[in-house]
DNA sequence: TGGGTCGGTGGACGACATCGACCGGAGAAT
DNA sequence: ATTCTCCGGTCGATGTCGTCCACCGACCCA
């Protein structure tokens, strides 16, 4: 995990369908030592899979929400399975503060929401929600590297 | 935008180095069709773009927060451009609710989450920050279809 | 000094993206 | 109802690119 290595991830976040011979030139090594380079990076979990960025508009996904779950007793094993279960809750993490997990729930109206807190009200422990709705999206964009 | 174009979508999102004779194969296409589906879908918008998914530990960005932010007046476009400037700054959405943004920022250490704190203070408006630090992240998947 | 290892170069090969020519079916207009 | 048109598909050709292999130089340590 090189200076060269962090490039080459900076170029891959940007737009992974740069070809070696384009990143090759950028880093100025061979096609063949970019490829091996990514090779590694993947092997080594620092890159762990290709994906594509989509408007989330273009498929109905009209509403976006962060969901504060509180929580009676050890419920991070339960919370965590229920959620990932469902492919509306884009991300669920245990946090400090008032709360005790955020989700972050992406739906298809409100009905689609509703049906995911009700759905939580069903694992063992959560006892409350608070849903801070998004009005508007400024931007969302991924881990990107100064 | 038909059912086929949603599939194609759903696939490229869990791995978008298919080739396209592999995904002719699961929708039943000839590799030709797919490539011109593919090619209409990024020109609507409805793909932006290929990305790679990075382990951020293995990049050093250890700590991950969504941060709260309360405004006098309207100060939506500083906000926006002023978090859109810093790397660290993920997304930023205007939400309803106690507070008028929520930010998520993922920073190499406290002392980078801090750094955003005080440049978001810099903003005009801005009057109150509240942190929710991650303790462990569950899952970050980005938009999956159902 | 000399062998081993690691990471790079250059070239060959096959797979793949990409394009053009052709084709068939659904609608619209006559 | 028939013909025209257009959209979206298949098929096949071509050039680029990913991928592998053999070789090489630098560096480390015995």
Chains 1, 2 share one sequence.
Do not use: C
Not at 9 to 31: F, I, K, M, N
Not at 54 to 77: H, I, K, Q
């Amino acid at each position: 995990m090189d200076d060269i290595d962090r490039r080459i991830v900076g170029l891959l976040l940007d737009d992974a369908d740069r070809t070696y011979a384009q990143l090759g030139r950028e880093v100025a090594l061979s096609p063949a030592a970019v490829h091996e380079r990514v090779r590694r990076l993947r092997a080594s979990g620092v890159v762990r899979r290709s994906t594509v960025e989509v408007d989330p508009d273009a498929l109905g996904l009209d509403v976006l929400a962060f969901v504060l779950l509180d929580t009676e007793g050890w419920a991070r094993d339960h919370v965590f399975a229920a959620a990932g279960a469902d492919p509306r809750v884009e991300e669920a993490h245990s946090v400090a503060g008032n709360s005790n997990f955020l989700l972050k729930v992406r739906a298809a109206g409100p009905d689609g929401l509703e049906e995911v807190l009700r759905m939580l009200y069903q694992v063992p422990g959560v006892v409350r929600t608070r849903t801070i709705m998004v009005l508007r999206r400024g931007f969302e964009r991924g881990v990107s590297l100064p």
